[in-house]
């Protein structure tokens, strides 16, 4: 089932909590931001500042395919914390209404991020309805990062 919430972004990042550790994100590096001391990866915003819409979805195996729709697709290999599952928030906040994306135990999980609308209000501030993510999650055992799609650059040239 997905859930869908607002989510404050602050400094171009919305963050991944839970991360203890992430394979090699290879493809994936321009997108993502690692603060895993934290146990938190970052993920790289159009938006500057302000809310955007951000829907979460845990599954019992892997996707099919990237769905359609969606400017950018990547897939990352992340170890979840032993101290708390994988979530989606703001550097501060969890909002509520997403679900988990992962059980609160330490093992491996894949994370297929799909994002639109990065560049529609680039580096400004306040609520972005064109912008949005869909973050999929299912256990599997680690492997590099992946850049399925790519239809949009990963910052303003």
Do not use: C, K, N
């Not at 991360?19 to 090699?24: E, P, Q, S, V, Y």
Request: hydrophobic fraction near 40%; proline fraction near 10%; charged fraction near 25%.
């Amino acid at each position: 089932m997905r859930t869908s919430a607002h989510v404050w972004v602050e400094d171009q990042t919305i963050w991944l909590h839970g991360a203890r550790d992430l394979t090699d994100p290879s493809d994936a590096q321009p997108f993502l931001l690692e603060m895993l001391d934290a146990d938190m990866v970052g993920i790289s915003t159009g938006l500057s500042m302000g809310r955007l819409v951000v829907t979460t979805e845990r599954r019992a195996g892997p996707p099919p395919r990237p769905e359609a729709g969606w400017q950018i697709v990547l897939e990352i290999s992340v170890l979840v914390s032993d101290e708390r599952p994988l979530q989606v928030g703001s550097f501060f906040e969890l909002p509520d209404g997403l679900d988990l994306l992962s059980e609160d135990e330490p093992e491996w999980w894949r994370v297929r991020i799909h994002m639109r609308g990065r560049l529609e209000r680039w580096d400004l501030t306040g609520t972005s309805d064109g912008e949005s993510y869909l973050l999929v999650s299912w256990r599997q055992p680690p492997s590099p990062g992946a850049l399925l799609r790519m239809e949009e650059p990963p910052w303003v040239p």
